[in-house]
């Protein structure tokens, strides 16, 4: 069966710090992936989606970045983290006709 | 432009009382899947249900029943006996129909608390 992995669980860093979130998918292969980020009492917002290695898309311009650089690995990274990069990460794939699948998040507070 | 409404942001019931989750949607795609999503307090998003446009047959499970009508561009989701265990925060999605980038537009999502 599939799973998704995706750690830290919880990050604290300061304002102005590198961050690096990792996403693995075992079980398939050829994965959409993707990244949302949950502000405090809010929605989902979709950051970055994938549907091959090196193969990234952008939805909202950011002080964020993604990478795929294996077929089941996705990372979302920072040079310099600000306040509003706070809150609740998560990455999610899907296949095929498959409806999304998530990973338990990461919650980060930027300090 | 892809939009999904849930108005309620909050309700609370006590147990075993039917509650029903509101889900609004606009889409200009012809063909398109709904989802409900389950985000317990630890989190994670839980899958619950997927619905294809073209298919506006009702859904029961278990406890859970789905109320599908294109008509009025509505997708609501009702808890039949609710339990503690269903405290979380619900969250109504919707995706175009195809099967590549298959992202997700999300409602704000609606906090539901069970009262024992």
């Known amino acids: 069966s599939q799973t998704i992995h995706q750690w830290p669980a919880t990050l604290v860093q300061p304002v102005g710090s590198p961050l690096s979130l990792e996403c693995t998918v075992e079980?398939?292969?050829?994965?959409?992936l993707y990244w949302y980020r949950q502000a405090a009492g809010r929605g989902l917002q979709l950051l970055f989606y994938?549907?091959?290695?090196?193969?990234i898309s952008s939805e909202v311009p950011q002080n964020l970045s993604a990478s795929r650089p294996q077929d089941r690995q996705f990372i979302l990274s920072s040079k310099k983290l600000l306040l509003s990069d706070s809150g609740f990460y998560l990455c999610?794939?899907?296949?095929?006709?498959?409806?999304?699948?998530f990973g338990q998040g990461t919650r980060l507070t930027v300090v | 432009a892809q939009k999904v409404t849930q108005a309620q942001t909050e309700i609370s019931v006590v147990e075993k009382e039917d509650v029903t989750l509101d889900c609004v949607y606009e889409?200009?795609?012809?063909?398109?899947?709904l989802f409900w999503y389950k985000q317990p307090p630890s989190g994670e998003l839980v899958f619950l249900i997927r619905?294809?446009?073209?298919?506006?047959q009702n859904e029961i499970s278990g406890r859970y029943s789905w109320n599908f009508q294109k008509s009025t561009s509505s997708f609501n989701f009702t808890i039949t006996a609710s339990q503690v265990v269903d405290s979380a925060v619900y969250f109504c999605?919707?995706?175009?129909?195809?099967?590549?980038?298959?992202?997700?537009?999300f409602g704000s999502g609606t906090r539901l608390q069970v009262q024992p």
């Open positions: 999610a794939w899907t296949g095929g006709d498959t409806e999304a699948f």
């Open positions: 079980g398939t292969s050829n994965p959409n």
């Open positions: 994938s549907v091959g290695i090196g193969q």
């Open positions: 889409t200009r795609d012809t063909t398109y899947y």
């Open positions: 619905r294809n446009s073209f298919d506006e």
């Open positions: 999605a919707l995706t175009p129909f195809n099967t590549g980038r298959r992202a997700l537009t």
